[in-house]
């Protein structure tokens, strides 16, 4: 395992975390304090695709917590460009999920076997845990932020231990798709390297995407 992070995983999560950022923004757009319905289990599902293939990028815990941090970065530019306080429930609470995720995936990743990560079944497994633990610990949310998590139409069930199966179901189809994007990832990057003998696109081209990815973000919400 190497001491440090290359300079093209850098790269490569920068981008990652960006795209993840953008996504986010996207997907919420039109949320006010509350997920709708099934919303937060769906967006649970794509984070823990961006969280696997930084941590298989990287094999070290830096992987997903630099691609959390982008994507709270990205968070909280939203909520500049909203006018929403970083308190308010649309902002604070999805930061939470953000860092559950990460933690839960990061707490999960090192009881799976080294055979059964390499194994679409045994990842699979890693992605359902994963959702499930990170479902489970979002309504702790009020503790961290002071904004309950949201509820059921007329219950008191929090949307994300509701829609649990869905969360669940997605990460095991999102996970493994994770493994696979950074291995061919890595092998589009091998050969880019060989046929380019200049190191300068290793840091041009993630800056150019977060810096696209911002761009879009902003005409999204300003539009």
Same mark, same amino acid.
């Given at each position: 395992?190497?001491?440090?992070?290359?300079?093209?995983?850098?790269?490569?999560?920068?981008?990652?975390?960006?795209?993840?950022?953008?996504?986010?923004? !996207?997907? @919420?757009?039109?949320?006010?304090?509350?997920?709708?319905?099934?919303?937060?289990?769906?967006?649970?599902? #794509?984070?823990?695709?961006?969280?696997?293939?930084?941590?298989? =990028?990287? =094999?070290?815990?830096?992987?997903?917590?630099?691609?959390?941090?982008?994507?709270?970065?990205?968070?909280?530019?939203?909520?500049?460009?909203?006018?929403?306080?970083?308190?308010?429930?649309?902002?604070?609470?999805?930061?939470?999920?953000?860092?559950?995720? @990460?933690?839960? #995936?990061?707490?999960?990743?090192?009881?799976?076997?080294?055979?059964?990560?390499?194994?679409?079944? @045994? *990842?699979?497994?890693?992605?359902?845990?994963? !959702?499930?633990?990170?479902?489970?610990?979002?309504?702790?949310?009020? #503790?961290?932020?002071?904004?309950?998590?949201?509820?059921?139409?007329?219950?008191?069930?929090?949307?994300?231990? $509701? $829609?649990?199966?869905?969360?669940?179901?997605?990460?095991?189809?999102?996970?493994?798709?994770?493994?696979?994007?950074?291995?061919?990832?890595?092998?589009?990057?091998? =050969?880019?390297?060989?046929?380019?003998?200049?190191? !300068?696109?290793?840091?041009?081209?993630?800056?150019?995407?977060?810096?696209?990815?911002?761009?879009? *973000?902003?005409?999204? =919400?300003?539009?």
């Amino acid at each position: 395992m190497p001491h440090k992070i290359s300079s093209s995983s850098l790269g490569f999560l920068i981008i990652f975390g960006s795209v993840w950022g953008l996504s986010e923004a !996207a997907l @919420g757009l039109g949320l006010e304090s509350c997920a709708k319905l099934a919303s937060g289990s769906i967006m649970t599902g #794509f984070a823990l695709f961006f969280i696997s293939t930084a941590w298989v =990028r990287t =094999r070290r815990i830096a992987g997903p917590a630099i691609v959390v941090a982008l994507a709270l970065s990205f968070k909280l530019f939203d909520a500049l460009l909203l006018g929403l306080p970083v308190r308010h429930g649309a902002v604070a609470n999805p930061m939470f999920a953000f860092l559950t995720e @990460g933690l839960a #995936f990061l707490v999960i990743v090192p009881f799976i076997a080294e055979a059964w990560k390499k194994k679409a079944a @045994g *990842q699979a497994i890693l992605g359902g845990i994963s !959702a499930l633990l990170a479902v489970n610990l979002f309504p702790f949310v009020k #503790f961290a932020t002071g904004v309950s998590a949201c509820v059921v139409s007329g219950g008191t069930t929090p949307l994300s231990l $509701y $829609y649990a199966p869905l969360a669940v179901g997605i990460s095991l189809v999102t996970v493994p798709l994770g493994f696979l994007a950074a291995a061919k990832i890595e092998a589009l990057e091998g =050969r880019l390297a060989a046929a380019s003998k200049a190191a !300068a696109w290793r840091w041009l081209a993630p800056a150019a995407a977060a810096a696209l990815c911002l761009i879009i *973000q902003a005409l999204i =919400r300003l539009a």
